[in-house]
């Protein structure tokens, strides 16, 4: 869920861009551009937006808060998008502070879950969000460009707010089909507000990427459509492996 939460443009480097520090470091010579008052304004705007892409920190603390109030909906529809049933093993891709995975195990309390994550403070209020559920999920750091598990691991793969963020996207999208098992579900949501890692937000013709990504990935009956969500509209995006 979480990364690329919503935020205004801006041109920071994500942590999902492969070979990126899972930290986020920005390195002293940004703070070194941004001198007097304009400038330490614009450093501190750019570093809230930063944390919508990574968070890290105290203010990765305060993000992933935000998170939780601003894209639960589009959760919700993402998580009852994907259909979880007892037995099945679900992946989220991009977690952040946890709230699908407490959604999932609701839905399915003998599902098993597992996560994936860039940013350590994201891994740690999710792992205190789910730390009373009866099946502890199983939660990593990392991206999306190279996913812990095996062929064929999961029934369902599904990621709210993040997809946009995967880089390189073809080879993400590869390792997303390659981690479901044949028939496996793939449920992906994007705000339209949702920042890109250029700068940006993904507005409403992100399907116009994805789709295409999703066809030369290898995946079939792929569904795309916008619906309304909390502060605008939302992809949410469907497709199988076949």
């Known amino acids: 869920m979480p990364l690329g939460l919503l935020g205004p443009p801006g041109a920071m480097p994500s ?9 986020c470091d920005r390195g002293a010579g940004s703070r070194r551009a941004c001198t007097g008052l304009a400038g330490r304004g614009h450093y501190i705007g750019m570093g809230l937006l930063q944390q919508f892409r990574c968070p890290s920190g105290l203010m990765g603390r305060f993000a992933g808060t935000a ?25 989220d891709i991009g977690f952040g502070p946890g709230v699908s995975l ?15 994550d860039p940013s350590p403070v994201m891994l740690r209020m999710a792992r205190r969000r789910t730390a009373r559920l009866a099946g502890k999920p199983d939660l ?45 579900r793939l449920a992906l949501g994007v705000h339209e507000r949702a920042v890109l890692p250029a700068g940006g937000t993904a507005g409403r013709h992100f399907d116009e990427i994805l789709v295409p990504a999703l066809q030369a990935a290898g995946f079939a009956d792929i569904n795309a459509r916008y619906q309304p969500t909390r502060g605008g509209q939302a992809l949410v995006c469907t497709a199988h492996h076949p």
């Open 15 to 23: 942590c999902h861009a492969e070979g990126a520090s899972p930290r």
């Open 67 to 91: 998170m939780v109030a601003t894209n639960t909906p589009l959760v919700r529809a993402v998580t009852a998008a994907v259909g979880a049933a007892d037995g099945e093993h679900i992946l």
């Open 102 to 116: 407490l959604l999932f195990a609701r839905a399915a309390p003998a599902a098993v879950l597992a996560g994936i």
């Open 140 to 184: 990593r750091q990392g991206t999306a460009a190279a996913l812990p598990w095996p062929d064929g691991a999961f029934d369902a793969v599904c990621a709210t707010n993040s997809v946009q963020l995967w880089q390189p996207l073809p080879a993400s999208l590869g390792e997303a089909r390659r981690v479901l098992r044949p028939g496996g």
